[in-house]
């Protein structure tokens, strides 16, 4: 199935990746890339192919299934 990703937010504020703070930039870059069309099984699949290629962990995500 394929996914169009129109808005989402990351847990840039987990203290689990102990990494210094992020620039605003940074973060734009992560929600730039992960806005638009996924190809995914389901939406469990959808969160785990975004989470693996930003490497952030979603909190909301807004996205609709595209029809052929």
């Not at 992020?22 to 992560?30: G, K, S, V, Y």
Request: charged letters at 30%; aromatic letters at 12%; hydrophobic letters at 40%.
């Amino acid at each position: 199935m394929q996914f169009a990703v129109t808005d989402i937010e990351f847990d840039f504020d987990d203290s689990c990746y102990d990494i210094s703070p992020l620039t605003f930039e940074d973060e734009r870059d992560a929600v730039d890339l992960a806005l638009g069309t996924w190809t995914a099984d389901d939406e469990d699949d959808l969160i785990e192919e975004i989470t693996a290629a930003t490497g952030w962990c979603i909190r909301s995500i807004d996205y609709h299934i595209v029809l052929k």
